[in-house]
């Protein structure tokens, strides 16, 4: 099955896929990019397909090798043969490939476009290549382009490039023939033919990193024979043809500078992948420890059988099973943060691996697979626990891939590679690796650090200190109108303020004019100053308590209006639902109406003797205790139980639809907690024991509501995390499909909250000895007791979602069955099932015996 949706609300992993969509700390998770060597031909898609169909069929002609398969076939020849022809060809475009131009040489692209649309491309990222800067950051299109820039340099297969180094190596390899003729056995000149000689023997297909350093070698050597040579024996003309070329394939390399980070996250999932023989090592032993175990299993099956829990293991298996689950909890816990993604991906690959040879052991009757089964589960949960963690280890990525890649691109921007000289060149050369190592280095020691750190500081962040960031639409509105009342009556303030001081000075200067101050002794002079500062103090607090008094009315009339607009939009969902519901449960009880008439004419048509008769005699459609006899009532009666789970069900007559839907009250339970517990951390006023006796009377309040506290509620075999991991996971149901995407999100965001509710309660376990001081011990043993209780519950209800979906498949099925017999048409009754079954059983166990005795 597919992994669950991932959560597209965290910011760092939308930002991080905006920028980057094929970056690995993307929120989809997009697949690596693979690298076209097959030029312009094939588009990117094509060129995926074909590297795994080379690869593919590299890897069956070693086998055909290995196996010593030198006569082949007639008929494997002829099936194979496009495979031969497609291979080849895709050979012939991969050595064929010409090199750029001359006048862009920065540029590879690799898109399968038109030619118009890639000419203009080229032409204007070579235009902004030249003139020294980078296309724009995280460009999809300029990223596989430097991807291909940067394979063919370290990896090599452009022929036409890797061509280019012949031309002017062999001008010099004839100069210095014809200087050793002057001037034989030369050991400078000889050191210079010898290195011609190496590069020239280099593979058409060799990475040009290769050629590039043969040459550089040839300049570096080159100077000391110029240094001391004359004009008519210098080097100088055959050597500027090379420094040209090396010019060339230096500028390409400072194109591909801004991938050096992708790369490196690339290299920590390339070791992460080396993990895959040890991962494959502990699900399945080696094959004489397996046999082993199966001797032993076999000697006393009976005792084996016996022992056998609930999944079907016996008790080394259990046992096994629980050192397997502690074995990759620290697989994954002991994973650096460039690794993790790539573990959990090969956590998922091997669950689905399980889980497929589960069905086919089950499927196959080679046994009940119990093994195999509960280590998908394993595998699963660990998978889906540890998957929620996946955002905030991208953004820990992020926060170290950020600065090094601006560094890097300020440097690809700032770094120029010009003809200057050979010894220019090769300091700007030494001088650009020491920055590049630098900043890949910081980077890359960032995702060396251990992931256990960020799991736990993430899983600490959990509990209440969210809640004031899950606001409700009321909330986010009078919250936004607080806002906006808070930035008018600050300006409003100014203006006032303005206005008083305008005020305030012209009655001064007008006091003054009348000399009302002419006789003022220096007491009455203080007294006044004093009442006037008094005066003011005391406007400047009606004033704040008016401009709190409308923030607060602002923000409660915008709450109001929130609310009843959201209690619009709930009743009217809720009247949809009650309609819904009304006419799908009066269709299904018209539909089981026509059944029991047709019933009734049915038995009335068996008339006793009659072949009829007979054939209808299995189903007893004469008694009337049976279920079958009361289909209008039961469909009716099963409305009703069911319509009393429907949400905002007004209590009318029982005839119809009738009760109140459970997770209301859950939710208001819960939203009531939340709310009094952050509106007593936020109040600075309220005392120790106002807080002391609410939290007090929410543990007396719990057992009403069925969570207890007791460590006898919560049997020990589901106490330790590892139990947890070896549930089996909630597949999700398949009438969620004509529910609607609304139940659909709902199933997502549960399954989502019973993996963050684990976290949560090992958090809780770990801190719970840590607890305040101004709690009691008694205190924290409730609250940690009603927590697990609750977990408890919630896998409970998870066990009873499962076995309702797997009973809604049965009955699908049986729907279809009916639906499939009708199709068959004819007013006579189907034959007796029973007698066929018992028929194909006998015809498959005399097959199954002719077929050993031929074996």
């Not at 382009?145 to 490039?161: I, K, S, V």
């Not at 303020?497 to 007008?510: F, G, I, P, V």
């Not at 049986?814 to 639906?819: K, R, S």
Request: charged share 25%.
């Amino acid at each position: 099955p597919p992994p669950p949706p991932t959560r597209a609300d965290d910011p760092a992993a939308a930002t991080a896929a905006a920028k980057n969509p094929s970056g690995w700390w993307a929120a989809s998770g997009a697949p690596p990019t693979v690298t076209n060597r097959y030029g312009r031909v094939l588009t990117p898609e094509e060129a995926v397909r074909a590297v795994t169909f080379v690869r593919s069929y590299d890897v069956g002609a070693k086998i055909a090798r290995a196996a010593g398969l030198v006569d082949v076939p007639v008929a494997v020849d002829e099936a194979s043969s496009v495979g031969h022809l497609l291979r080849t060809a895709l050979e012939h475009a991969r050595v064929t490939r010409a090199p750029l131009p001359a006048d862009q040489p920065m540029i590879h692209r690799v898109a399968g476009t038109s030619v118009e649309t890639m000419e203009r491309t080229v032409a204007a990222a070579g235009a902004e290549l030249a003139a020294g800067s980078e296309a724009e950051a995280h460009d999809p299109a300029a990223d596989a382009a430097a991807d291909a820039l940067g394979a063919d340099l370290n990896e090599g297969g452009c022929a036409g490039e890797m061509y280019l180094v012949v031309a002017p190596v062999a001008a010099v390899r004839r100069r210095l023939t014809a200087l050793l003729e002057e001037w034989p056995e030369h050991p400078l000149l000889e050191q210079l033919a010898e290195i011609c000689d190496r590069v020239l023997a280099l593979p058409l297909l060799s990475p040009l990193k290769q050629a590039l350093t043969g040459l550089e070698l040839l300049l570096a050597r080159a100077q000391t024979w110029e240094e001391g040579a004359a004009s008519h024996v210098s080097l100088a003309e055959e050597l500027t043809a090379c420094a040209k070329l090396a010019l060339r394939w230096r500028q390409r390399e400072l194109r591909t500078w801004p991938r050096l980070l992708a790369r490196a996250a690339e290299r920590h999932a390339q070791r992460a992948h080396r993990t895959w023989f040890a991962l494959h090592r502990l699900l399945r032993p080696p094959a004489s420890k397996k046999k082993k175990a199966k001797e032993d299993a076999n000697a006393d099956k009976e005792d084996a059988a016996a022992e056998l829990d609930a999944r079907g293991l016996n008790e080394e298996e259990a046992e096994g099973l629980r050192q397997v689950t502690l074995a990759l909890e620290e697989y994954v816990q002991g994973s650096t943060i460039g690794e993790f993604r790539a573990r959990l991906d090969l956590l998922w690959q091997f669950h689905a691996d399980m889980a497929v040879e589960h069905r086919s052991i089950r499927s196959a009757s080679r046994g009940n697979g119990a093994r195999e089964g509960a280590l998908s589960n394993v595998l699963y949960n660990t998978w889906r626990y540890y998957v929620q963690f996946l955002p905030a280890v991208a953004r820990q990525v992020e926060a170290a891939r950020a600065p090094c890649a601006q560094k890097l691109r300020d440097h690809a921007k700032l770094a120029k590679w010009e003809d200057r000289g050979y010894h220019a060149m090769k300091t700007q050369g030494e001088a650009n690796q020491r920055s590049l190592h630098k900043f890949v280095r910081a980077f890359d020691v960032s995702l060396n650090a251990l992931v256990l750190p960020v799991l736990q500081a993430t899983n600490g962040k959990v509990g209440l200190p969210d809640l004031p960031s899950e606001r409700g639409a009321a909330e986010v509105a009078a919250a936004s109108a607080a806002a906006a009342q808070t930035a008018k009556e600050a300006k409003n303030a100014a203006i006032e303020a303005k206005n008083k001081a305008a005020r305030d000075a012209r009655e001064k200067h007008k006091a003054s004019s009348a000399g009302l101050y002419k006789n003022e002794i220096v007491e009455e002079r203080a007294r006044r100053e004093v009442d006037e500062e008094e005066a003011e103090k005391e406007y400047q607090r009606e004033a704040e308590n008016a401009r709190k008094r409308a923030i607060a009315e602002a923000a409660r009339r915008a709450s109001t209006a929130a609310e009843a607009a959201a209690e619009r939009t709930r009743e009217e969902a809720r009247a949809d639902a009650r309609q819904s519901w009304l006419d799908l449960t009066s269709s299904v009880v018209a539909d089981a109406s026509n059944a029991a008439r047709a019933i009734e004419l049915a038995s009335a048509a068996c008339h006793p003797g009659s072949p009829a008769h007979a054939m209808a005699a299995p189903l007893r459609l004469d008694q009337e205790s049976l279920y079958q006899s009361r289909l209008p009532a039961l469909a009716k009666r099963l409305g009703e139980v069911l319509g009393s789970s429907l949400a905002g069900a007004p209590p009318i007559d029982s005839t119809t639809i009738a009760g109140q839907h459970g997770a209301d009250d859950v939710d208001e339970l819960a939203s009531t907690i939340a709310a009094r517990a952050t509106a007593l951390r936020d109040d600075k006023t309220a005392k120790k024991a106002v807080k002391k006796k609410a939290l007090t009377d929410l543990l007396r309040a719990l057992p009403r509501f069925g969570i207890q506290s007791a460590r006898k509620y919560v049997p020990d075999s589901e106490r330790s995390p590892s139990a947890w991991f070896r549930e089996a996971p909630l597949p999700r149901p398949a009438c969620l499909d004509s529910l609607g995407p609304i139940a659909k999100e709902a199933f997502d965001a549960a399954d989502a909250y019973y993996y963050r509710s684990m976290a949560r309660v090992q958090r809780l376990r770990t801190v719970r000895g840590a607890a305040h001081s101004d709690l009691s011990s008694r205190e924290v043993d409730v609250a940690c007791g009603s927590v697990e209780h609750l977990l408890h519950i919630l896998r409970r209800q998870r066990r009873n979602v499962a076995a309702a979906a797997r009973v809604e498949q049965g009955l699908a099925t049986l729907a279809d069955a009916v639906v499939a017999l009708q199709s068959l048409g004819g007013s006579e009754p189907p034959p007796p099932q029973e007698r066929t079954k018992r028929w194909l059983l006998s015809q498959r166990s005399a097959l199954d015996a002719i077929c050993e005795s031929v074996s």
